[in-house]
C-alpha cells in the first residue's frame, strides 16, 4: 500500500517531522506548573541545570512566576499550533491517497469483461469503490498517530522513572492487560465485521438496480416488492451492525476501565510518596500529569489496533477485486494504436467464458468502411460478446 504514499512523500515527511516536534512539546506541558508550584509558591530552589541556565532570575520569584506563566502559555500555543498543521498535512495525505486508489479501483473495473459484471452486482463495486476506497489511506495514516503516542509514551515513562522508578513500573503493569482485551477483540471481531461489510454493500446494490430498473419496475407495479425487497435487505444490516458496535462498545469500556483502574493504584501511591516526604507536591503534579498522559497514548494504540480490524475487512475486499485478473488481456508485445480506419476481418473465431463454453464458435465475418453488419440471435449466444 505504501507505493500510494511514494508521490507524496513531501507530505509524508513533514508529517514525521510535526510528529516528533508534537511529542517533544507534550513532554514539556507539565513542567511549568511544576515550577509555579515547587519553586514560586513553594520557595524550592530550582535544579542546578535550571539555575545555571537562567542565572540570576533562578533567583527572583517573580521573574519565575513570569517565566511559569509564560511557558505554560507558549507551550499550549505550540501543541495548538502543531495540532492544526497535524491535520491538514494528514487530511492532504489521506485525500490524494484515497483519490489514488480509487481511481485504481475504477480503471481496474473497467477492464473487466463483461462476464464478470454479469456475475458481479454493480452495487457492490460502487460501494467497493465509494465506501471502501479510503481503506488504505485510513491504515498508513494510523502510523503517525501510533507513532506519537509511542514516542510519547516512551519519553513520559523516561521521565516519571527518573522522579520514582515504582511510579513509572506501577503505571506499565496496565499494558499485559490491555495487550490481552486487543488480541481477543481483534480476533473475535473480524468475522462479524466481514457479515456487516458484506450486507451494507448488498442494500447498496439492491438501490442500484431499482433505480437503474426503474422504468421496467413501474411499468410492472414492482414498487411494492422493491421495497419490501430493500427494506427487508436493510434491516438485516442495521441489526448486524447494531451488535457489532454493542461489541465495540463494551471493547471501549473494557479498555477505559482497566486504565482508570490502574490511574486510581498509581495517584494512591503518588500521595502516600507526598505524605512520606518522599516528593514534592510540584513533582505529584508532573507525576500525575504523565501518567494520566501516559494512559491516553495507551488507549490510542488500543483503540487504533482495535479499529485496524474495519479496514483489514474493507481492504480484503478491495484487493479481492485488484487481485482478479480480466478474462480479456493484450497478448504479450501488443502494440497500442489511435484512431484507426479500416475493415474488421473475424476468423474463425471461439471464445468461451469461465462455466459457459462455446459462446462463440468458429465465428466468422467481415465489416467494410461504411457497411452496416446485423447480428442476430437469441439471449446468451454471444451478440454483445461479439461487438
Known amino acids: ?64 512566576l513570569t517565566l511559569a506563566v509564560s511557558g505554560g502559555l507558549i507551550i499550549a500555543i505550540l501543541v495548538n499550533g502543531l495540532h492544526v498543521m497535524t491535520n491538514y498535512v494528514n487530511t492532504q495525505i489521506t485525500q490524494w491517497i484515497t483519490l489514488d486508489f480509487r481511481s485504481y479501483l475504477f480503471l481496474h473495473a473497467q477492464r473487466m469483461s463483461l462476464a464478470f459484471h454479469d456475475r458481479r452486482q454493480s452495487g457492490m463495486i460502487i460501494y467497493m469503490i465509494n465506501s471502501q476506497g479510503g481503506a488504505p489511506a485510513g491504515l498508513i495514516m494510523t502510523a503517525p498517530m501510533v507513532a ?8 513520559m515513562i523516561w521521565i516519571c522513572y ?26 473475535h471481531i473480524q468475522e462479524r465485521l466481514g457479515k456487516v461489510r458484506a450486507m451494507e454493500a448488498e442494500s447498496l446494490a439492491v438501490i442500484h438496480e431499482s433505480i437503474s430498473m426503474m422504468r421496467v419496475i413501474v411499468a410492472f407495479g414492482r414498487e411494492g416488492h422493491e421495497y419490501r425487497r430493500f427494506r427487508d435487505q436493510t434491516t438485516n444490516a442495521v441489526e448486524a451492525r447494531v451488535q457489532v458496535t454493542i461489541r465495540q462498545t463494551l471493547f471501549s469500556l473494557v479498555i477505559n476501565m482497566i486504565t482508570a483502574i490502574s490511574s486510581t493504584v498509581v495517584l494512591g501511591i503518588s500521595a502516600q510518596r507526598v505524605i512520606q ?49 480480466p478474462d480479456t488481456q493484450d497478448a504479450p ?42 447480428i442476430v440471435g437469441p439471449t446468451g449466444s454471444g451478440k454483445s460478446t461479439v461487438a
Do not use: C
Open 1 to 64: 500500500m505504501f507505493r500510494y504514499l511514494r508521490p507524496h512523500w513531501r507530505l509524508a515527511l513533514a508529517s514525521v517531522v510535526i510528529t516528533v516536534l508534537s511529542t517533544l512539546v507534550n513532554l514539556l506541558a507539565p513542567w511549568p506548573l511544576k515550577i509555579l508550584i515547587d519553586n514560586v509558591l513553594g520557595q524550592r530552589p530550582l535544579s542546578s541545570r535550571l539555575t545555571s541556565i537562567l542565572g540570576p532570575v533562578a533567583h527572583n520569584r517573580s521573574w519565575l
Open 148 to 155: 506519537e503516542s509511542g514516542l510519547t509514551l516512551i519519553g
Open 162 to 187: 527518573q522522579i520514582d522508578s515504582t511510579l513509572a513500573l506501577s503505571s506499565l503493569s496496565v499494558v499485559p492487560f490491555l495487550y490481552y482485551s486487543v488480541g481477543f477483540y481483534a480476533t
Open 277 to 325: 516526604g518522599q516528593m514534592t507536591v510540584g513533582q505529584l503534579l508532573v507525576v500525575i500529569a504523565y501518567i494520566a498522559a501516559i494512559y491516553k497514548p495507551l488507549e490510542t494504540i488500543s483503540f487504533t489496533i482495535g479499529s485496524l480490524q474495519d479496514l483489514f475487512i474493507s481492504l480484503r475486499s478491495t484487493f479481492e477485486l485488484l487481485d482478479t485478473q
Open 333 to 374: 508485445g501488443a502494440k497500442e494504436y489511435g484512431r484507426i480506419a479500416g475493415g474488421i476481418v473475424f476468423e474463425g473465431v471461439h471464445f468461451t467464458y469461465s462455466g459457459r463454453n462455446d459462446t462463440l464458435a468458429d465465428i466468422s465475418f467481415s465489416a467494410k468502411p461504411g457497411q452496416v453488419i446485423s
